[in-house]
């Protein structure tokens, strides 16, 4: 009996570890990713950032076994259009908050859950619609310059929130067709295809745009791009692998702490700071993100 209970600890306790990392690795991703955004151009430090992603990538493949038959139009449109989503994300974080930024781009779930509901007859009720309002609500608490408003009586938005409500529209729409392309070709063959087409779409842009393609490789900050490509790598990794073991629900909720620890990341070492009313609009927003995980 007491050996029993021990093994269920250790379940518990391994289960948690593992579904942790993920959040923690992608809080400080955003970190990185907005240091390097405020010191180089957002096209080159999304490059980059991809780029240096592929050669992770490929390092797993003798260790996995590819889908081999593949959507590759599929592949090629997700890619392409998150190459414009990430573009608009990293020029938010370049100009705006981060600990505003990097919460109001989680609710990407508020347009993800309704085109499954929609699409894929998944199961949409009256829990998931609070969730949905509170979500909202919370962005437009979090997003408002409130004594802006007091004063001049005009509705103004904190810098870099309309990019990344564009931005956060787009992954919702990402998401809902990455989940498709991970059934019919795997999430390694997506993931990978996706990065590589960001990389290739950024190119095709240079090269329509007569710019030199090798001035993408000029001025990188790399002390800051390399870490947040690799972290972004391991946490993907690590998070695919979580969902083939634990339940999705699960994994999901841990994971919809990472504005939580990136929000705790800019007000320790970029010195932010959330007035109450961005703090109440804050935590509306992971609790309406937590709900649509776990209903």
């Not at 289960?15 to 959040?23: R, T």
Request: with cysteine.
């Amino acid at each position: 009996m007491l050996g029993g209970q021990r093994t269920n600890m250790e379940f518990s306790f391994q289960s948690l570890l593992l579904a942790s990392i993920p959040p923690f690795l992608w809080a400080f991703m955003t970190f990185f990713i907005t240091k390097a955004s405020r010191s180089m151009d957002a096209t080159k430090g999304l490059f980059m950032f991809q780029l240096i992603g592929i050669p992770l990538f490929l390092c797993m493949l003798p260790f996995l076994s590819p889908e081999k038959n593949t959507n590759l139009l599929l592949i090629i449109g997700l890619g392409v259009w998150e190459t414009f989503a990430y573009l608009l994300y990293f020029y938010a974080l370049r100009i705006g908050q981060m600990a505003i930024i990097g919460t109001i781009i989680e609710t990407n779930v508020i347009i993800t859950v309704p085109l499954s509901a929609i699409f894929l007859h998944e199961s949409f009720y009256l829990l998931k619609f609070i969730a949905i309002s509170a979500v909202i609500i919370g962005v437009i608490m979090l997003g408002l310059h409130l004594k802006d408003l007091k004063k001049s009586k005009m509705v103004k938005l904190s810098a870099g929130v309309v990019p990344t409500l564009l931005a956060a529209i787009a992954t919702g729409v990402y998401f809902f067709f990455v989940g498709i392309s991970s059934r019919i070709n795997g999430w390694y063959s997506t993931a990978l295809g996706i990065r590589i087409m960001i990389v290739l779409t950024i190119c095709i842009l240079f090269v329509i745009q007569r710019k030199d393609v090798l001035s993408l490789f000029k001025k990188v900050d790399w002390k800051w791009i390399v870490p947040a490509a690799v972290f972004d790598v391991v946490a993907f990794s690590v998070f695919s692998y979580a969902l083939t073991r634990y339940e999705i629900s699960y994994v999901s909720v841990i994971n919809a702490a990472a504005p939580v620890i990136s929000t705790a990341l800019a007000i320790i070492f970029l010195k932010e700071k959330l007035t109450i009313f961005q703090v109440t609009g804050f935590l509306l927003v992971i609790v309406g993100i937590i709900a649509l995980n776990i209903v």
